[in-house]
Every structure is written in structure tokens, then in C-alpha cells.
């Protein structure tokens, strides 16, 4: 008998606090392709849990950069960048020649999602994307679609219970949430699993798909710091929404020199002392796909610059 016909017979003595509500069942079953059957065996025992939405509600990156800066960039995770580098030099060598992106920002995403993998998260998975699918109405349809995708992954993936992740959901050396596991995880190391918790070669390869599939640009540059004479010409969202040529009309001028038909944007990060004005480039832009946040982005570059300059000793 499979882990999923013996989950479905213990169903049947699962006293009613143990099952989600069967609206909820049927929404995941459509969403995972499972059963409801499936779907309640998978989730019995879960509760809402309000810690995760009261860490929802204050991101880090509601901070200005002065203060988001410093919890990212230190000394200590620089050193145990370059460690983990020196560690896995074959496999980033590998990665950065076959997906075509640097070594230095594969390292610095597993070092700002997780600590180069020491700190992968607390919450159950399976918890925190019910809570947040269910109740939390601004963002619910999204986490109730990566519910859908966990419920699918975890069954091809046999756990037999919920790794743990962060409040969003998110998992691995890299914290993948779900639809992101399914689409761009890789089988870096070649034993037939997809492994973003203990192998290093998977969460390093997974990463470098990640980047390639969002279309990073080897050897193109990412931000470029900028000075602004009068009003500094600020659009919402990420995308890269006007050029070089018209910046420079604005009275923006970046420390670097480009075709003014490049694709441009310029973002404003607030200092204790005033702001720090910064252009994007493409590649940017390529890493808030990862976490749609500039403060990220910029703290993503930093490291790997840091990086990449430790490393060239």
C-alpha cells in the first residue's frame, strides 16, 4: 500500500478538527489535481497560524535602504559567502558556464535567502500557504494557488510532512515557493531528485535556471549609481520603463556610459543623509523577478559584488 492509500484509510478516523472545510478541500483539489480525499489526508491537523500573518504584515522590505542595508551585508556573511564558494567552486564553476550567470550572484542569493542554507525557515510549508490562502484576503488567491502546487510537489516528492519554509512558503537553500520548485529546480547533482534542502548542487544549479530562464545577460551591467539635477524623473513599479538617452534629458547622469536606447530605470534609495540614486539595467530587473522588491535587488548585487572582489584575492 502507497503513503497516500494508507494516508486516505487513517482519513476515515480523523476526528473532525483534523479536516479543512470542504469548500477549501475542493478548491485545492482542483487547483492540485489531487483527490478531496487526497487533499484532506494531506492536510489533517492544519490551523490557521497568526504568527504568519503578523510577519506578513511587516516585510523587511517596508525599510529604508540605510536600515534594510545592514541586515544583509556584514562581515560575517561575506566571510561565510566565500567559504561556501571555495566549497562548491567545481559546481559553481559548472553552473555559471552552463546556465551563463556569475558565480558570485548564485552564492548571493542562497546567502540572503538563507544563510548559505543554515537558516531555511520555521514554519511548516503546508501551514504558512493555508494560513495565508485562506486568511489573508489581500494576496489570498496567490497563496491558495501555491497551496495547490505544494499538495502536487509534495506527493511527487513523497514527504511524508511539511518541510519547513518561511512565513511566505518559501523553501529550500534558495526558499522556492512552490510553483517555482515545479518550474525551475534542476537535478544538478544527477541522482534522480530535486533536492533544494541538502543538496548543494541542486539549490545551486536551481538558482542558476531560475536566472537563466528570466533572461539574465552575461557580462551586462546591473546598477550604476547616478547623479540628478532637479526633479529626479521616478515612475512606479520594476519594469526598466525608459532609456539612457531619456534619463540623461531628465538630468540624470549615471556613472557609466552606454547607447542612450538602452533600457533603463531610475531608482531613489533613502540614506540617513539624503537619497542614493541609483540606475537599473536589465539585469536588475532580472533579480527582482526573484523577490520584487528593490532594497532586495540592490542588497542581491551588493553581496555578489562583495563577492566577487573576496574572491578574486
Avoid at 261 to 280: C, I, N, R, S
Wanted: charged content about 15%; proline content about 5%.
Amino acid at each position: 500500500m502507497t503513503k497516500w492509500k494508507w494516508g486516505l484509510a487513517l482519513l476515515c478516523s480523523l476526528p473532525a478538527w483534523a479536516q479543512i472545510p470542504q469548500d477549501q478541500a475542493q478548491t485545492l483539489a482542483q487547483l492540485s489535481g489531487l483527490t478531496e480525499q487526497q487533499v484532506q489526508d494531506a492536510m489533517a491537523g492544519v490551523e490557521k497560524n497568526q504568527k504568519i500573518l503578523d510577519a506578513i504584515a511587516t516585510p523587511w522590505e517596508a525599510k529604508p535602504w540605510y536600515q534594510y542595508r545592514p541586515i544583509f551585508i556584514t562581515p560575517e556573511r561575506l566571510k561565510k559567502g566565500l567559504a561556501f564558494w571555495r566549497a562548491n567552486e567545481a559546481l559553481l564553476q559548472q553552473a555559471e558556464a552552463q546556465y551563463q550567470v556569475p558565480a558570485a550572484v548564485i552564492v548571493a542569493i542562497i546567502g540572503v535567502e538563507t544563510y548559505y542554507g543554515a537558516h531555511m525557515g520555521t514554519y511548516p510549508v503546508r501551514d504558512a500557504l493555508y494560513t495565508l490562502g485562506f486568511y489573508y484576503p489581500a494576496r489570498g488567491a496567490f497563496f491558495t494557488k501555491e497551496l495547490g502546487q505544494y499538495l502536487k510537489l509534495a506527493q511527487q516528492q513523497g514527504w511524508q510532512q511539511s518541510p519547513l519554509g518561511s512565513y511566505a512558503g518559501a523553501m529550500g537553500m534558495g526558499q522556492f515557493i512552490p510553483s517555482s520548485y515545479q518550474h525551475y529546480a534542476v537535478d544538478f547533482d544527477g541522482d534522480g531528485k530535486r533536492d533544494l534542502f541538502a543538496s548543494n548542487a541542486d539549490a545551486i544549479g536551481s538558482v542558476a535556471n531560475y536566472f537563466h530562464e528570466h533572461g539574465w545577460q552575461m557580462g551586462e551591467p546591473v546598477l550604476a549609481g547616478a547623479t540628478v539635477k532637479g526633479k529626479a524623473p521616478l515612475t512606479d513599479g520594476l519594469e526598466l520603463d525608459t532609456t539612457l538617452g531619456a534619463l540623461a534629458k531628465a538630468g540624470v547622469s549615471p556613472a557609466i556610459a552606454m547607447d542612450g536606447a538602452t533600457p533603463a530605470k531610475l531608482f531613489a534609495f533613502e540614506q540617513k543623509d539624503g537619497t542614493d540614486y541609483q540606475v537599473a539595467f536589465h539585469n536588475f530587473y532580472v533579480i527582482t523577478r526573484y523577490n520584487r522588491s528593490p532594497l532586495y535587488a540592490r542588497a542581491v548585487w551588493t553581496l555578489a559584488q562583495q563577492l566577487e572582489h573576496a574572491h578574486g584575492k
